[in-house]
């Protein structure tokens, strides 16, 4: 009789306000699939009533308690940077990371949102045009769309962001990493509106703990296309007053689910079924 040792994994979530992440049900149910013993559990800031200063304590934890990776997201993508002890090529280069992997008594940082916004790009808009676009945000997850963009052949990105700082600094790593000019920081929303093909909001601004639009409503125009990384609800505000205008949009499910299935695989070391992530992420939302 041949026997084998089948993969146990403890993974988790560190964020703010992050009760309805479907994060844990996809990880679960993708090992639940592949025969794994797989938990994932929530580590939620908000509920546990602490803040960001206590991310070092939390890291520390969950090496000491043999956790085998965690889900970093927000307000802590930047800020467990110098908590780790390796970055991936691509999480150094973004400047920010979602996924962390505890290997051999070290801390690897890794950045899966890149990935997961591209492959819901390519597969939501695959022919849209990509001359201008704005950008709203410059945190975490805006860092890894603003790639993702640029790698996916935007021309000119306009990154418009309440602190000027974490913008310049952004379109800095954006303009060394693919030219000069790819990037710039937006001053004039609405003329810059009025020329964009694309819009993308990466700040919170329209998830169900933070409703509203991120932006007036009436910059939208009939010829933009409007992705979201939102999930939770996959209909924001702005998508709701984008589609009645008869835009092209994408909701931010499909980047949840690739960011997981890529997660998924650096936690396992095995490789994820997409297709079968993403139905089950659906079946979540009917």
């Not at 146990?8 to 049900?25: F, N, Y």
């Not at 004039?188 to 993308?200: E, R």
């Not at 499909?254 to 997981?260: E, G, R, S």
Request: glycine content about 10%; hydrophobic content about 45%.
């Amino acid at each position: 009789m041949t026997s084998f040792k089948t993969p146990s994994i403890l993974a988790g979530l560190i964020g703010a306000s992050i009760q309805a992440s479907r994060t844990p049900a996809l990880h679960e149910q993708e090992g639940d699939a592949q025969g794994m013993r797989y938990l994932y559990r929530l580590i939620d800031l908000d509920a546990l009533k602490l803040d960001i200063n206590a991310l070092p304590d939390l890291v520390q934890a969950a090496q000491r308690m043999s956790f085998t990776g965690l889900n970093i997201t927000f307000p802590c993508k930047q800020a467990v940077i110098p908590l780790l002890d390796e970055l991936s090529d691509e999480a150094r280069g973004i400047g920010a990371v979602n996924t962390v992997v505890f290997k051999d008594g070290k801390r690897i940082g890794h950045n899966t949102d890149c990935l997961g916004f591209a492959e819901g790009f390519r597969r939501g808009l695959p022919d849209v045009p990509r001359q201008r676009v704005v950008q709203l945000g410059a945190g975490g997850a805006g860092a890894a769309v603003a790639h993702a963009l640029l790698i996916e052949g935007v021309e000119q990105l306009s990154i418009f962001e309440v602190d000027p700082g974490r913008a310049q600094s952004l379109v800095d790593n954006l303009n060394a990493h693919f030219g000069a000019s790819r990037a710039v920081v937006g001053r004039d929303l609405p003329s810059a509106m009025a020329k964009a093909d694309g819009l993308v909001n990466t700040t919170p601004v329209g998830m169900s703990k933070l409703p509203g639009t991120p932006l007036p409503p009436q910059l939208l125009h009939t010829a933009l296309w409007v992705a979201e990384i939102i999930y939770f609800p996959l209909e924001t505000e702005l998508l709701q007053h984008a589609r009645a205008l008869g835009c092209r949009t994408l909701d931010g499910g499909t980047m949840a689910v690739y960011q997981a299935v890529k997660a998924f695989e650096l936690f396992s070391g095995q490789p994820a079924d997409g297709e079968r992530m993403q139905a089950h992420f659906h079946s979540m939302n009917d």
